[in-house]
Nanobody
């Protein structure tokens, strides 16, 4: 239902674009969140986009560096990551939750669908 791609190893200051390919049903009916989890750390919500795509909220740790966009024709949601830092190293996941209002800070346990994750490594 969800599949991430685009993870890679990059140097600090570099950029990556992650993709989240969704089924048509999910793309049209669910809010989409991006999460990441670094080794030994808790899962962190980094963004959430409302069902209609009109609102995206970001974690303070990525605000101004990361941006979400979507291609409705391809049912794909993108996470553009710029000015990457070693602290951004993690496995990144997209997930879907049925939330009519703002999805920001919806507990990750309430998300119904998850991708398999894609690894991002930021290292000199």
């Amino acid at each position: 239902q969800l599949a991430e791609s685009g993870g890679d190893s990059v140097k600090p200051g570099g950029s990556l674009r992650l993709s989240c390919a969704a089924s048509q049903h999910i793309a049209k009916s669910y809010a989409i969140g991006w999460f990441r989890q670094a080794p030994g750390k808790e899962r962190e919500e980094i963004s959430c986009t409302s069902i209609d795509g009109s609102r995206t909220d970001y974690a303070d740790s990525v605000k101004g560096r990361f941006a979400v966009s979507r291609d409705n024709a391809k049912n794909t949601i993108y996470l553009q990551m710029d000015s990457l830092e070693p602290e951004d190293t993690a496995v990144y996941y997209c997930a879907a939750v049925y939330e009519l209002g703002s999805c920001w800070q919806t507990p990750w346990e309430e998300y119904e669908y998850w991708g398999q994750g894609t690894q991002v490594v930021v290292s000199a």
